[in-house]
């Protein structure tokens, strides 16, 4: 009697302890775009009708006030739109195949620039008070940890038409610590929730697969309702992608499932991934992906 009762706390200890696993993957941080290694290298990403966002007047200014405060270099603006239409055309470069989903501006940058950051300019005017306008920069460290990929630059601007009221702005940028707004897909967390998809996926960070599957409404359809605020499922997810993007072959089971809605989601999450339409590898071979879903 005793032996059974300690194989039985033996194996409920293992259960508990795969159930942590899962939800700790959960809560960790998606492969990153970029390794993070050598010199920083920002690109400069502005609106389409941002003013000047194509002359050396506007772009030195902010670029040079970026790289001395980042300790990195700018990349070239024909780098970035080189990059540009590769995305156009759904190709990782020009000698690819197209994907049926492009890869991201980030990713096709990543290529070339193994530590890479973004800077996403922009220029906000308050309504009641429009020549008080404020120039941001939101800039992402794509090969940073969670805790130091974004920060904010802003600097207050005269006249948000005027292309010297901005490169004078531009150079005065200053820090002003994590955006409030930031985009906290692929970054850790502490406490998962109910009502937010979670997908942590192994295959490479480029591919950026944990953020597209994220915002797919089929998988986010699968999530059991009428649940406590605390009861978040999880799941794991094997499967293929093709050279082409696809996925086939997903198998999907419930960690520690209470009841049959566990399978019934199962089996909707394997459905919807196969629905799901991913960017080609960079190498256009068959990929072997293991997923940790929390929802």
């Known amino acids: 009697m005793r032996l059974i009762v300690v194989v039985t706390a033996v194996l409920a200890a293992q259960a508990g302890q795969v ?9 960790g941080e998606s492969k990153r775009i970029v390794a993070g290694t050598g ?21 030195f200014p902010i670029g040079v006030r970026l790289a001395t405060a ?26 690819s195949d197209m994907c049926g989903t492009a890869p991201t501006l980030n990713a096709v940058l990543g290529q070339k620039h193994p530590n890479l950051s973004t800077a996403h300019v922009s220029m906000v005017c308050p309504k009641t008070a429009p020549t008080a306008c404020e120039l941001i920069v939101d ?12 920060i904010r630059y802003t600097a207050p601007v005269t006249d948000a038409k005027s292309t010297k009221a901005i490169a004078a ?40 697969a944990d953020r597209i599957m994220e915002a797919t409404p089929a998988i986010a359809a699968c999530s059991i309702p009428n649940r406590k605020s605390h009861d978040v499922r999880g799941y794991w997810a094997e499967w293929m992608l093709s050279a082409k993007g696809t996925v086939y072959q997903a ?3 419930p960690f520690a ?6 399978d019934a989601a199962a089996e909707c999450i394997k459905k919807a991934l196969e629905t799901t339409q991913l960017p080609c590898p960079r190498d256009a ?8 879903i929390c929802l």
């Open 19 to 27: 159930r942590a696993d899962v939800f700790d993957v959960c809560k």
């Open 39 to 59: 010199k920083l290298s920002i690109a400069l990403v502005l609106p389409d009708d941002f003013p000047g966002r194509t002359t050396r007047e506007v772009l």
């Open 70 to 95: 980042e300790k990195a270099k700018v990349i070239l603006v024909s780098d970035v739109d080189r990059a540009v239409k590769l995305v156009g055309a759904k190709r990782w470069d020009e000698k």
């Open 139 to 150: 800039l992402e460290r794509h090969g940073a940890a969670s805790a130091e990929r974004w």
């Open 169 to 208: 702005a531009g150079a005065k940028l200053a820090a002003k610590g994590v955006p409030p707004d930031a985009p906290a897909s692929g970054l850790m967390i502490d406490k998962l929730t109910i009502g937010k998809i979670r997908v942590r996926s192994d295959v490479d960070g480029a591919l950026e």
């Open 251 to 253: 198998l999907v089971k």
């Open 257 to 262: 499932g209470r009841d049959p809605k566990d």
């Open 285 to 292: 071979k068959t990929i072997k992906v293991k997923t940790a």
